[in-house]
C-alpha cells in the first residue's frame, strides 16, 4: 500500500518497526524526541500504546488491541470494510482476536510483483 496521509504513514511505520529488527550497522532512535516528522511522532504514539497492552495469555487484553490497531488502520485512511477484528476463543476459554487489514493494490502491480518472485525463485533454483 502507498501510504496516502500521515496517519497510514504512522499506522505502517509502526506496525514494521514492531516486526522488523534495526539492520547491522543501523542505531535505533534514542528517544521520542529524535522524531521530528508528524508521521514518527504518531508511529512512536501508536507503538507505544500497542506495547501498552497486556496481550500474554491470561491478561484478555488482546480483542482491545486489536480494536485500537484496527480504528488506526481506519483512521489512516483504510476503507472500513477492509479492517476486521475476528473474535475468538481459544482452547481454555480465554478471549482472544485477529486482525485481518486487506491491502488493495492494482492489478498491475500485482502481477508485476509475481513476476519479480518468479525471477528470484528462479535465480535461487539456479535456472
Known amino acids: 500500500m502507498i501510504p ?12 514494521a518497526t ?6 547491522p550497522g543501523l542505531a535505533a532512535q534514542d528517544a521520542s524526541a529524535d522524531y521530528t516528522e508528524p508521521y514518527q511522532r504518531q508511529a512512536f504514539e501508536i507503538y507505544r500504546t ?4 497486556r496481550t500474554a495469555a491470561g491478561h ?13 488502520f481506519r ?6 470494510e477492509d479492517v476486521y477484528v475476528l473474535p475468538q ?13 486487506n491491502e488493495r493494490v492494482p492489478v498491475r502491480a500485482f502481477f508485476g510483483a509475481l ?8 535465480e535461487l533454483a539456479g535456472r
Open 4 to 15: 496516502t496521509n500521515t496517519a497510514s504513514v504512522a499506522v505502517a511505520v509502526a506496525l
Open 18 to 23: 514492531a516486526a522488523t529488527p534495526a539492520a
Open 50 to 53: 500497542a506495547i501498552g497492552f
Open 60 to 72: 484478555g487484553q488482546v480483542p482491545a488491541m486489536a480494536r485500537y490497531l484496527a480504528d488506526e
Open 75 to 80: 483512521a489512516g485512511g483504510f476503507p472500513a
Open 89 to 101: 476463543t481459544v482452547p481454555g476459554g480465554e478471549e482472544t482476536a485477529s486482525l485481518v487489514v
Open 115 to 122: 513476476e519479480h518472485w518468479y525471477t528470484i525463485l528462479n
